[in-house]
């Protein structure tokens, strides 16, 4: 059950005209709850930053000049991922700009059936309802005040929290990892601890015990009157 939460930033909107990945951030679940793994990388785009990618995530070109090229980290985030389902949130934005970087280098792509999409999933939760991240973040009650700007890392650690509310929520007093003893197989009942608590007396009163003995009275043999 390990997935990897995965969200870019980019120069643009379409990588055929020439826009560029920036930054990478992956967030490694297990059994659907965070790990506490992460990859989190910037790519020089080797050209400029457009004014209004700009305004979304706040990446200039001159912070980005002397970050490594996609070309440099590519074996780190492919090992990262390995053969897991990915949970974009829009994935056709990232997967087109992920095998659009990936083609240039002579990687295989990346197939489409890998990922898992969060807007199809809130839109067919929601009907007619906003999915974008801020949106189901206040539907979800989950704390997105930092979030003043798009940043790929931050955005795939809250699109964790969102996606484990699309499929249901925590369920509690489960156990959803592989625990030792259970050979990391399926969730068991977690363990109750209970207080020991004595038996409490359960003897008759005197008017209880009377009325028994009428109403045992009206029987003809009855079972409680044999020896």
Excluded at 46 to 61: I, T
Excluded at 77 to 95: K, Q, R, S, Y
Excluded at 134 to 163: K, M, P, Q, W
């Amino acid at each position: 059950m390990r997935e990897i939460v995965l969200d870019t930033e980019t120069t643009g909107f379409d990588p055929l005209s020439g826009h560029r990945l920036v930054e990478i951030g992956c967030v490694e679940l297990f059994n659907h709850l965070p790990t506490g793994s992460v990859f989190h990388r910037y790519c020089n785009p080797e050209r400029d930053m457009p004014e209004e990618a700009f305004k979304v995530h706040g990446l200039s070109a001159d912070f980005l000049s002397d970050k490594p090229l996609f070309a440099e980290i590519v074996a780190d985030f492919l090992e990262f991922i390995g053969d897991a389902p990915l949970v974009i949130h829009n994935a056709e934005f990232d997967m087109r700009f992920l095998n659009a970087e990936l083609a240039r280098l002579g990687f295989p792509a990346l197939p489409m059936s890998r990922s898992i999409d969060t807007v199809l999933m809130a839109r067919k939760k929601f009907p007619g309802a906003q999915a974008n991240l801020d949106a189901l973040c206040r539907r979800f009650e989950i704390d997105n005040t930092h979030r003043t700007r798009h940043g790929a890392l931050l955005d795939s650690e809250l699109l964790a929290e969102v996606y484990l509310q699309l499929i249901g929520g925590r369920q509690p007093g489960l156990e959803l990892g592989g625990g030792k003893g259970n050979g990391g197989g399926n969730a068991s009942a977690a363990e109750v601890r209970r207080e020991f608590r004595a038996p409490r007396p359960h003897a008759p009163t005197e008017e209880e015990s009377a009325a028994h003995t009428a109403f045992v009275a009206k029987f003809k043999n009855a079972v409680w009157l044999r020896e």
